[in-house]
T-cell receptor, first 113, second 113 residues
């Protein structure tokens, strides 16, 4: 079955600390995409990244980086030098039937000044 | 800004009532999906419409129904509301060729008393 697990329910850090959000997935597909979304208190899901399973290179975008390891079915997300504006709930997601998404339960990140 | 809008922002209903939530997608986005997000959970797929026909459904009862219109707007209807229907309802749209990337609206917060 297609499944996404985000074991960290809540993480609290102080501004400028680095933080890694974990995502472990299960899929029976041989090729697939993985996604990360950010959900600020306003509620809208903000797309962060889409990753194809045949590209295992790490990706960096500013303070954000992603580590995809197919061997361990993990797609972890690191924020470097966190800022208060990074406070949000972060979701990892995997496409399932009809190209819709199955989401993990999310990790709430609280960054304090 | 994803170009996807939803109305209303908030809604309060009582048990047993019926509710209609609305979503307006970007022009050219002929696929729309609806998700239910209970407090502290990830979004759960309700159903998807493509060219005005339902082409996928999650594990939700028939009292959850929808419509999609030629002008890229859509509706989610819920009959016989139950307390557990209280949630954030998100719609997401995408063009057929998007390789799964979905654009989410800000959501409608439904409270059932």
């Amino acid at each position: 079955a297609q499944k996404v697990t985000q074991a960290q329910t809540e993480i609290s850090v102080v501004e400028k600390e680095d933080v890694t959000l974990d995502c472990v997935y299960e899929t029976r597909d041989t090729t697939y995409y993985l996604f990360w979304y950010k959900q600020p208190p306003s509620g809208e899901l903000v797309f962060l990244i889409r990753r194809n399973s045949f590209d295992e290179q790490n990706e960096i975008s500013g303070r954000y980086s992603w580590n995809f390891q197919k061997s361990t079915s993990s797609f972890n997300f690191t924020i470097t030098a966190s800022q208060v504006v990074d406070s949000a709930v972060y979701f990892c997601a995997l496409p399932v039937l009809y190209s819709t998404l199955t989401f993990g339960k999310g990790t709430m990140l609280l960054v304090s000044p | 800004e994803t170009g996807v809008t939803q109305s209303p922002t908030h809604l309060i209903k009582t048990r047993g009532q019926q509710v209609t939530l609305r979503c307006s997608s970007q022009s050219g986005h002929n696929t729309v999906s609806w998700y239910q997000q209970a407090l502290g959970q990830g979004p759960q797929f309700i159903f998807q419409y493509y060219r005005e026909e339902e082409n996928g459904r999650g594990n939700f009862p028939p009292r959850f129904s929808g419509l999609q219109f030629p002008n890229y707007s859509s509706e989610l209807n819920v009959n016989a509301l139950e307390l557990d229907d209280s949630a954030l309802y998100l719609c997401a749209s995408r063009p057929k060729s998007s390789d799964n990337e979905q654009f989410f609206g800000p959501g409608t917060r439904l409270t059932v008393l």
